[in-house]
């Protein structure tokens, strides 16, 4: 009784480091412990946007979340680091191409509090580096995982990572070992490490005992004897006992599948999955074409989804009768279970229109009968698994951990069987792993490290609060492009940017490095945040303060850059959206905090505005456009497009941008003036259409990331108009 109350102390000291922290978290433990069930409840129940990711398709599918590569859009193979990789590298991580990623993925990444990796034992020490060097440039943060939390879940006994002999190679010069512990991120970074001791799996003592020397690569020679008692090479179990038996390799197993239904004199049953939208092969939870026959042992392959829960992921049993209307029929113990295909769905992750929050969003599905032979199945397959009656044929084990995972897959040691003795030297006794499990216990947190973390937390938010390092560089960063394209730009223009640079230095960040020195001392004499009446009261001041020089800058936002070089206006634009949405969720953080800093507050009104950044592009668009239409701008393009002027004669005329005039045109088009299919390709303008109609999504990013880049922003915009002056497309 009193391990199972360490036990849910353990699982609330890890939901309080992920709820009110910001520290990263390695939660491991025995097979049986209750991990996936922690894992399930946090989903359900999120605290913190959130994404659930796992190395392999299967595992993903099973933990309701997507594959790390997937995720990341990262390419297989080794992730060398850094440009330091010889020629010969199959990828780099500085090479990662993250500004491919769509303006939804973006946005998720930005404002993810949580990052979850499930199964981390099998995640390899380059592929947790490359996740680093994501987060970090798309989340512009060059803290550990762009300063996201990471909970990392598995346990480092069971299945291992992948390397093959040439992948290894590129790696060993830069890694100490293929394990995730050994990633150049997590042995810079603080992590904490909970273990889970206590076994729901088995109930026998003496078992546990055994299972958890061969884990800890400490079995002696009583219970290696204990173990091979249950050596019986020549047992043949009874078609009712429902033993199944573990192998390493798919080649074994499938031999014996197809041997023992071959055997059977039965018809053949064929079944067809029904795969719609994107649902990888890797990830098929059993075959396509599903082949049985009445008198096959079956096992199922998913939880019953059913109020009545008749079976569960792993539960074994034997096909007793089929007809058309029925379906199968499957006896397991005294019961006979009628089962129907059912679905499994494959998920990204998007942002909800309405809420801003994220979420899962089914991307496609696979509908069969939830069942695989299993006479036999490998013991990766077997991961999580549980299982009374067990084979196992461990001769060919060939990795550390896999006779430790087959093992604990049984409820008890009456029911395993041995085919091949069980040695010392068939457990892959891995130092590193030995070295690792012994600093476990040192990285386990108390109540007064949880405290002090998550005092930290708080106070690393408020001081990100009043920094404005981040629209410093922004603004920069504008006056870099501007100063370097002098002949391109209005004189007016580098006289503006230059002296509120100066200003904004002078009067906000200069302020702010004082105001954090304040805020400091004050933390020091009383470390609190919500009740210390002092703080929030310098807190709503400065906040006021900060707020009214920001305005300054709101102009910067509403000027005009525009210029006849394609290539400078493009990276006058991109400054502009970096510091756009800089100033926007700083503003509006500042707005939140005007009554106190409250951290959850502030932390939900940060991630939406980050969220809402799009749209902060259209409304500034909008607002450029009603400035435009004071003018006459808008009307002597149309004058000239009355005397039969193209697009870029116009251009050349007036001496604008293409992209000027095609907003121009935009807004005509709008208004009813002029017609969209005057100004492109019949080609163009028909598959613009369709899409917009197939999707009724109206943003122009995706847009162009189907149609592709021969298809200029300002067609899409074009079109876009004249189906909102239709009413044939619902603008978002």
Not at 26 to 49: C, D, S, V
Request: charged share 30%.
């Amino acid at each position: 009784m009193q391990t199972g109350k360490i036990e849910n102390g353990k699982l609330e000291m890890v939901d309080k480091f992920v709820r009110y922290t910001n520290m990263n978290i390695f939660l491991t433990g025995k097979a049986g412990t209750g991990k996936t069930t922690f894992l399930r409840g946090l989903a359900e129940n999120p605290t913190k946007r959130l994404v659930i990711l796992a190395p392999t398709g299967v595992a993903a599918i099973n933990a309701g979340g997507q594959t790390i590569h997937s995720f990341f859009q990262l390419e297989f193979g080794p992730q060398v680091p850094d440009d330091s990789a010889g020629k010969d590298a199959i990828h780099r991580v500085s090479a990662v191409q993250y500004q491919k990623f769509s303006a939804v993925k973006l946005k998720i990444i930005r404002s993810l509090e949580l990052l979850v990796i499930d199964e981390i034992s099998m995640v390899r020490a380059d592929l947790l580096d490359a996740v680093d060097a994501v987060l970090r440039r798309v989340r512009r943060n060059d803290k550990p995982f762009g300063g996201l939390q990471v909970l990392m879940i598995g346990d480092i006994h069971q299945l291992a990572p992948v390397a093959k002999e040439e992948e290894w190679a590129l790696l060993r010069d830069y890694y100490k070992s293929v394990y995730f512990f050994d990633s150049h991120v997590l042995t810079k970074t603080p992590y904490c490490c909970i273990e889970l001791e206590h076994i729901y799996r088995q109930e026998d003592r003496k078992f546990i005992d055994i299972l958890n020397k061969v884990r800890n690569n400490c079995l002696d020679s009583e219970s290696l004897a204990v173990l091979n008692s249950h050596y019986h090479p020549d047992f043949e179990p009874s078609d009712k006992d429902g033993y199944i038996t573990l192998m390493t390799h798919n080649r074994q197993v499938d031999e014996i599948n197809e041997s023992k239904l071959n055997a059977l004199k039965t018809r053949l049953l064929k079944f067809e999955a029904k795969i719609f939208g994107n649902f990888p092969e890797t990830s098929f939870p059993t075959k396509e074409i599903l082949e049985l026959k009445v008198g096959a042992q079956v096992m199922f392959v998913k939880n019953d989804p059913s109020p009545e829960k008749m079976y569960f992921n792993g539960k074994i049993g034997r096909i007793v009768g089929y007809d058309e209307d029925d379906g199968l029929q499957v006896q397991c113990d005294d019961e006979v279970i009628d089962v129907q295909p059912v679905t499994w769905q494959n998920f990204e992750y998007s942002i909800n229109d309405e809420t801003k929050e994220i979420e899962e969003k089914e991307v496609g599905s696979f509908t069969q009968i939830p069942l695989k032979l299993a006479w036999a199945i490998t013991i990766h397959k077997s991961q999580g698994l549980t299982f009374d009656r067990l084979i196992l044929d461990a001769s060919l084990a060939f990795a550390h951990g896999q006779v430790y995972v087959a093992l604990s897959r049984c409820t008890s040691l009456e029911g395993l069987v041995l085919k091949a003795k069980l040695s010392q030297s068939g457990l892959f006794n891995d130092l590193t792993i030995n070295q690792f499990v012994a600093e476990l216990p040192s990285r386990e947190p108390n109540e007064e490290q949880f405290e002090y973390n998550k005092k930290l937390y708080e106070s690393q938010m408020l001081f990100e609060l009043i920094d404005f390092h981040d629209i410093e560089s922004d603004l920069n960063g504008i006056r870099k492009v501007v100063f370097a394209n002098k002949g391109s730009f209005d004189a007016s223009v580098n006289e503006k940017i230059s002296p509120k640079g100066q200003k904004f230095h002078e009067e906000v960040v200069e302020v702010s490095e004082k105001f954090k020195r304040q805020i400091g001392g004050i933390l020091k004499d009383n470390f609190q945040i919500d009740n210390n009446l002092q703080l929030q009261d310098r807190v709503k001041k400065g906040c006021s303060y900060f707020l009214d020089k920001l305005a300054d800058l709101e102009e910067v936002s509403s000027m005009s850059f525009e210029t006849d070089n394609k290539a400078v206006n493009d990276q006058i634009k991109k400054e502009l959206e970096v510091f756009r949405t800089d100033f926007y969720v700083k503003t509006a953080c500042l707005e939140s905090c005007l009554g106190g800093f409250e951290i959850k507050k502030y932390l939900k009104v940060k991630n939406k505005k980050v969220v809402e950044a799009e749209e902060l592009g259209k409304k500034k668009e909008k607002k450029l456009k009603e400035k435009r239409e004071k003018g006459s701008s808008v009307k002597r393009t149309k004058e000239l497009i009355d005397e039969g002027l193209t697009i870029d004669e116009i251009a050349e005329r007036r001496g604008m941008t293409r992209t000027t005039i095609e907003q121009h045109v935009a807004e005509l088009v709008l208004n009813g003036e002029v017609e969209a299919r005057d100004f492109m390709s019949k080609e163009h303008y028909n598959n613009i259409v369709e899409y917009f109609e197939e999707t009724h999504d109206s943003s122009l990013g995706r847009a162009r990331d189907v149609l592709g880049d021969e298809y200029s922003w300002g067609e899409l915009r074009i079109v876009l108009n004249e189906m909102k002056r239709d009413s044939s497309l619902r603008s978002e």
